[in-house]
T-cell receptor, first 117, second 109 residues
């Protein structure tokens, strides 16, 4: 099956610093990648949808200047949390949809646990 | 975004029992997906359904795409301890994915 990796798996940073999370599709090309945020024991909250080579589309209520998304290639998307604050602490998960995939499936990365102190 | 209604919210069952959960929506979807998420991990795709009425199995798991296209069901037979986790449904239309609220499953040995 399709494999999606995320790096880092865990990160602890100080308030005010920026953190970059990478999402890679390892064995397929992803024209579309999605970024989610998940709070404990809750469902996935879509933050933004990114298409390769174009600007990301953010969900209502998500600050685009705080959560910078770059989808520079068909296998890599990055999420940068700028000027992080403790309330940004969460589990961030990316997913990818294949380029020639006739179906409508998403494959998820293993997630990144961000803790802002 | 829209979230689908998933029930039950949580289940505590004995090992060996069968499990049923469902997902409902007020909207029609073209595809239904079922995922399982282990603690601290990303969701893993279990079953994908593409046609109304479709019944698909993956080992002990069986899922159905409702005739009305507004619901889907997941059954797990003869549960085992490693079935523990949170199960999410997802309805898909175009490039839009809508996730259910999740069903937390606990299997008691």
């Amino acid at each position: 099956g399709a494999v999606v990796s995320q790096h880092p798996s865990r990160v602890i940073c100080k308030s005010g610093t920026s953190v970059k999370i990478e999402c890679r599709s390892l064995d397929f090309q992803a024209t579309t990648m999605f970024w989610y945020r998940q709070f404990p024991k809750q469902s996935l909250m879509l933050m933004a949808t990114s298409n390769e080579g174009s600007k990301a589309t953010y969900e209502q209520g998500v600050e685009k200047d705080k959560f910078l998304i770059n989808h520079a290639s068909l296998t890599l998307s990055t999420l940068t949390v700028t000027s992080a604050h403790p309330e940004d602490s969460s589990f961030y998960i990316c997913s990818a949809r294949g380029q020639r995939d006739a179906s409508y499936e998403q494959y998820f990365g293993p997630g990144t646990r961000l803790t802002v102190t | 975004g829209q979230q689908l209604n998933q029930s039950p919210q949580s289940m505590f069952i004995q090992e060996g029992e069968d499990v049923s959960m469902n997902c409902t929506s007020s909207s029609i979807f073209n595809t239904w997906l079922w995922y399982k998420q282990d603690p601290g991990e990303g969701p893993v795709l279990l079953i994908a359904l593409y046609k109304a009425g479709e019944l698909t199995s993956n080992g002990r798991l069986t899922a159905q795409f409702g005739i009305t296209r507004k619901d889907s069901f997941l059954n797990i037979s003869a549960s085992i301890p490693s079935d523990v986790g949170i199960y999410f449904c997802a309805g898909v239309t175009g490039n839009q994915f809508y996730f259910g609220t999740g069903t937390s499953l606990t299997v008691i040995p």
